[in-house]
């Protein structure tokens, strides 16, 4: 079993920036794709970015290409998301997320962690 636990959300204003933490337990952590999804009130789970664990290769939606990185530590567990320039409709629940396979898509997550609030005020 994985757990994941996020960090870091919160209210900023529009323009400004948040870092988003994860962290991972469990077994063979770097071999994990990781990344993040997000879900505002009503809407579909969306899948913001992603980090794989043996190249450590990236992947972005559009929405956030650009403006959010991701990275990972595999010595501390942790993988995180460096969110600038956020705007309102970033506003979401955030989610960490860990799947064994190559690709991070929703059908393919193992693991979820619990998700934490971002607020973007205009």
């Known amino acids: 079993q994985v757990r994941l636990v996020e960090s870091g959300g919160g209210l900023v204003q529009a323009g400004g920036s948040l870092r988003l933490g994860c962290a991972a337990s469990g077994r063979t952590f770097s071999r994990y794709t990781m990344g993040w999804f997000r879900q505002a009130p009503g809407k579909e789970r969306e899948f913001v970015a992603s980090i794989r664990g043996s190249t450590s290769s990236t992947e972005y939606s559009d929405s956030v290409k650009g403006r959010f990185t991701i990275s990972r530590e595999n010595a501390a567990n942790t993988v995180n998301l460096q969110m600038e320039t956020l705007k309102p409709e970033d506003t979401a629940v955030y989610y960490c997320?860990?799947?064994?396979?190559?690709?991070?898509?929703?059908?393919?997550?193992?693991?979820w962690g619990q998700g934490t609030q971002v607020t973007v005020s205009s």
């Open positions: 997320a860990a799947t064994t396979g190559p690709l991070l898509r929703s059908a393919f997550v193992n693991y």
